[in-house]
């Protein structure tokens, strides 16, 4: 019985086989597909098999095929199905142009005309997705081979990237796109002021100002305080530490003070000094409280004040470089560097210890043994 071309009856089948995950190990991107072979009455062609060639094209009727492949379909009842794409895989790029039309070749002669491919197909593209906008400008594009999603701007650049890496490339922004509201663990900022005098006393640190702050996530807390020393009552030595702490009263931390004053004075009138102070902490989530304070070094008559106080807390989630502190413990950190200190203030005087504040973190191994 002889197989007329011209009298193929063909359809697609609705079912995609591949889809975005085709493109990866489990194999290549499937099209199912289903047609009918009858003679010149129309009548179905013998039960066997028989040889088909598919291309596909980007036009209707002219130019060359893009891809092509001959399969060996078994008829029962003129029905068949081939999956195209077993034979010859389809390229991964084939589904991104605007139109693709599916030529049949039996027995030697073509079916025509060609039969557009609607949109199910292209979904095959998934893999290596391009929008365009309205006057056919690329929008968003994405890339299996290096993980990539991109988005331009209506002048083609590229404007935001993510990669499927690590580090500072895995995600490019334009500069200046990103605000607090964007971004659920943003550094944030906490200020407080006190303008008063507060009187010192040389027995225990006095509270200046104080600052509250609450961090959504584990990171850096860095202090930074700022007042003027007044200094009176003698023309004998006169000096005063401050420092930020987070614990009330105590004694001076070492190194975290910063000491202004003079051995003696031309009078007893006030002597201004201003005082910069900054201190460091690695803090888990949560709300924490800090503290300025000061203490005279010498009693009456000689006088000591602090006065327009302002100290400033920052919350930084990651770090860049090493965060070191001193601490009068090493709190068994194996990466605590021990150090002996010999001052003439015996609150000064003993054993310290330099540590990495990244050592405190959760994720780190060091925090871990």
């Given at each position: 019985?002889?197989?007329?071309?011209?009298?193929?009856?063909?359809?697609?089948?609705?079912?995609?086989?591949?889809?975005?995950?085709?493109?990866?190990?489990?194999?290549?991107?499937?099209?199912?597909?289903?047609?009918?072979?009858?003679?010149?009455?129309?009548?179905?062609?013998?039960?066997?098999?028989?040889d088909l060639v598919f291309s596909l094209f980007a036009d209707s009727t002219d130019g060359e095929a893009l891809w092509s492949e001959s399969g060996q379909v078994v008829?029962?009842?003129?029905?068949?199905?081939?999956?195209?794409?077993?034979?010859?895989?389809?390229?991964?790029?084939?589904?991104?142009?605007?139109?693709?039309?599916?030529?049949?070749?039996?027995?030697?002669?073509?079916?025509?005309?060609?039969?557009?491919?609607?949109?199910?197909?292209?979904?095959?593209?998934?893999?290596?997705?391009?929008?365009?906008?309205?006057?056919?400008?690329?929008?968003?594009?994405?890339?299996?081979?290096?993980?990539?999603?991109?988005?331009?701007?209506?002048?083609?650049?590229?404007?935001?990237?993510?990669?499927?890496?690590?580090?500072?490339?895995?995600?490019?922004?334009?500069?200046?796109?990103?605000?607090?509201?964007?971004?659920?663990?943003?550094?944030?900022?906490?200020?407080?002021?006190?303008?008063?005098?507060?009187?010192?006393?040389?027995?225990?640190?006095?509270?200046?100002?104080?600052?509250?702050?609450?961090?959504?996530?584990?990171?850096?807390?860095?202090?930074?305080?700022?007042?003027?020393?007044?200094?009176?009552?003698?023309?004998?030595?006169?000096?005063?530490?401050?420092?930020?702490?987070?614990?009330?009263?105590?004694?001076?931390?070492?190194?975290?003070?910063?000491?202004?004053?003079?051995?003696?004075?031309?009078?007893?009138?006030?002597?201004?000094?201003?005082?910069?102070?900054?201190?460091?902490?690695?803090?888990?989530?949560?709300?924490?409280?800090?503290?300025?304070?000061?203490?005279?070094?010498?009693?009456?008559?000689?006088?000591?004040?602090?006065?327009?106080?302002?100290?400033?807390?920052?919350?930084?989630?990651?770090?860049?470089e090493a965060v070191k502190a001193i601490l009068s413990s090493g709190l068994g950190l194996p990466g605590a560097i021990p150090f002996e200190v010999d001052r003439s203030d015996p609150d000064?005087?003993?054993?310290?210890?330099?540590?990495?504040?990244?050592?405190?973190?959760?994720?780190?191994?060091?925090?871990?043994?």
């Amino acid at each position: 019985m002889t197989v007329h071309a011209k009298k193929l009856i063909v359809r697609l089948c609705l079912t995609i086989l591949a889809l975005l995950g085709s493109a990866h190990a489990s194999g290549p991107a499937l099209i199912s597909y289903q047609g009918r072979l009858v003679d010149t009455e129309n009548r179905p062609v013998t039960n066997g098999s028989h040889d088909l060639v598919f291309s596909l094209f980007a036009d209707s009727t002219d130019g060359e095929a893009l891809w092509s492949e001959s399969g060996q379909v078994v008829t029962v009842d003129g029905l068949f199905d081939h999956r195209l794409g077993s034979v010859t895989p389809l390229p991964a790029d084939i589904f991104t142009g605007e139109s693709l039309f599916l030529e049949i070749t039996v027995a030697g002669e073509i079916i025509s005309p060609r039969t557009r491919l609607t949109s199910a197909p292209h979904a095959l593209n998934a893999g290596g997705l391009r929008v365009t906008d309205a006057d056919d400008s690329l929008a968003i594009a994405t890339s299996g081979n290096n993980r990539s999603l991109t988005l331009y701007d209506s002048e083609g650049a590229e404007k935001v990237i993510l990669r499927g890496l690590d580090g500072d490339t895995a995600v490019i922004l334009p500069e200046g796109s990103i605000s607090a509201p964007e971004l659920l663990d943003e550094p944030g900022i906490a200020v407080n002021t006190n303008i008063h005098a507060v009187p010192l006393i040389t027995t225990i640190m006095s509270d200046l100002v104080r600052v509250d702050i609450t961090t959504p996530a584990d990171g850096y807390i860095l202090l930074l305080g700022k007042c003027y020393l007044l200094l009176s009552g003698t023309t004998g030595p006169n000096t005063a530490q401050v420092q930020i702490d987070e614990a009330v009263g105590g004694g001076t931390q070492f190194p975290y003070y910063a000491m202004a004053g003079l051995s003696g004075y031309v009078n007893t009138g006030t002597n201004y000094f201003p005082i910069f102070v900054q201190r460091a902490y690695y803090k888990k989530a949560g709300s924490y409280e800090f503290r300025m304070e000061a203490r005279a070094s010498y009693a009456l008559p000689a006088r000591a004040e602090c006065w327009d106080h302002v100290l400033i807390a920052v919350y930084y989630p990651t770090q860049y470089e090493a965060v070191k502190a001193i601490l009068s413990s090493g709190l068994g950190l194996p990466g605590a560097i021990p150090f002996e200190v010999d001052r003439s203030d015996p609150d000064e005087s003993g054993q310290y210890y330099e540590i990495d504040l990244r050592q405190l973190r959760p994720d780190s191994s060091a925090s871990k043994q």
